[in-house]
Structure formats: structure tokens, C-alpha cells
T-cell receptor, first 115, second 115 residues
Framework: GAGVSQSPSNKVTEKGKDVELRCDPI?????LYWYRQSLGQGLEFLIY????????KSGLPSDRFSAERTGGSVSTLTIQRTQQEDSAVYLC?????????????FGEGSRLTVL | AQSVSQHNHHVILSEAASLELGCNYS??????LFWYVQYPGQHLQLLLK??????LVKGIKGFEAEFIKSKFSFNLRKPSVQWSDTAEYFC?????????????FGQGTTLQVKP
């Protein structure tokens, strides 16, 4: 497709289980971001990938969170031993990179509910 | 740490009223500034951006924003709102020097326009 694709769109899991969220960026976009959107909290930066550079992981809230980007394209955000406070919408965005245009193209998000 | 503050969390206006949403950032260096909008049920999209030059920038749908460096502000304005402007609005900032790419968002402001 032409836009950023995320899956699953909705995920309900039990506390303590691991979850994986997937992001397919726009073809050719070298930069990829993960954000978390919680009610009343705005968009919380999690991690940023730019080309082959080491990712900026400064926003990951704990070591239960990790992300990888394979082949410079698809990215997976993994949350281990989920907690109820992890419930949120996880947004992925991509941008062409290079000169910092700042225009991020967002996916629809993955809504995670931890019971 | 770099942060973005949006003072109004929830704004309710009648159609044709004027709008101003506040945004302040804490970073002291060169910055790039953005406003994103999220209409109900849709993904985030760019409304306008400031990189350099004229501090008054115009975006889509009649929105504009003014960068006031001395006040570390980038307030969003619209002279006359419409019901279709009902949405959540996010201010965002990234560093202007180098390609750090890390876009930091404010908490968001929910705008409700009454017909």
C-alpha cells in the first residue's frame, strides 16, 4: 500500500504475556519512529531508526520494551511481560530521512489492551 | 531535556469563533516547529511547519502559526473555525541543527467546535 501499515490494529492480551507489534513503513523511507499515545498523555517518543545508524532508544520506558528494524524496512516493537500501564495506542511513522523535513507519515496505530 | 507544552487541554468553541492554541518549547537552540492534527478516526497529519524565514507560517485549511523566538512559542491560530475543525491538535519540535530526527510532541489539545 501507499501508506504506513501497522498490525495488528487491535491486540488484547493478559498481563505478563509478550506482544509484538509490526510496522511497514512507506517504501523508500529511511527513517522510522515508534510513539505511544495514551489518553491525556499526548504522543510519547519511544524509538527512532535512521538508515544504518544506531537507533535512538532514549524514549523506551523500560527494558521490557525493544524494537528492531530488519533490512532497513519493516520494524517490530516487542513488549515483554506486559503490564496494564502498557495499554495504549502504539503509532509508527516514517519519513524519507536525509534533510530533516520533519513531516512524519503515521500509520493507523496498534491499540494494545492489557487485562 | 527538550519538552513541549500545550496549555489548553480541551477547547470548546462555536463556529466562526477565532482560535488560538498555545505551544511553548524548552529547547534553547535552533528548532524546527510543527503542528499536527488528528481528526476523529483518522491518523495524524501535518498541518504546518516552520524551519526558517518568515516566522508567520500558513498551513492547510486556513490555519497559521507564529514563531516568537523570545517567548519560545509557536501558537496556532485560525480566524474563524468550522465544525469540521473538531480534532486533536499536537505541537511538535525537533532540533534544527543536524539531522537528529527526534520529534517531540506536546500533550495535545482537543478542539470541539459546536455547530
Amino acid at each position: 500500500g501507499a501508506g504506513v501499515s501497522q498490525s495488528p490494529s487491535n491486540k488484547v492480551t493478559e498481563k505478563g504475556k509478550d506482544v509484538e507489534l509490526r510496522c511497514d513503513p512507506i517504501s523508500g523511507h529511511t527513517a522510522l519512529y515508534w510513539y505511544r499515545q495514551s489518553l491525556g498523555q499526548g504522543l510519547e517518543f519511544l524509538i527512532y531508526f535512521q538508515g544504518n545508524s544506531a537507533p535512538d532508544k532514549s524514549g523506551l520506558p523500560s527494558d521490557r520494551f525493544s524494537a528492531e528494524r530488519t533490512g532497513g524496512s519493516v520494524s517490530t516493537l516487542t513488549i515483554q511481560r506486559t503490564q496494564q500501564e502498557d495499554s495504549a495506542v502504539y503509532l509508527c511513522a516514517s519519513t524519507p530521512g536525509g534533510a530533516n523535513t520533519g513531516e512524519l507519515f503515521f500509520g493507523e496505530g496498534s491499540r494494545l489492551t492489557v487485562l | 531535556a527538550q519538552s513541549v507544552s500545550q496549555h489548553n487541554h480541551h477547547v470548546i468553541l462555536s463556529e466562526a469563533a477565532s482560535l488560538e492554541l498555545g505551544c511553548n518549547y524548552s529547547y534553547g537552540g535552533t528548532v524546527n516547529l510543527f503542528w499536527y492534527v488528528q481528526y476523529p478516526g483518522q491518523h495524524l497529519q501535518l498541518l504546518l511547519k516552520y524551519f526558517s524565514g518568515d516566522p508567520l507560517v500558513k498551513g492547510i485549511k486556513g490555519f497559521e502559526a507564529e514563531f516568537i523566538k523570545s517567548k519560545f512559542s509557536f501558537n496556532l491560530r485560525k480566524p474563524s473555525v468550522q465544525w469540521s475543525d473538531t480534532a486533536e491538535y499536537f505541537c511538535a519540535v525537533t532540533r534544527g541543527s543536524g539531522n537528529t530526527g527526534k520529534l517531540i510532541f506536546g500533550q495535545g489539545t482537543t478542539l470541539q467546535v459546536k455547530p
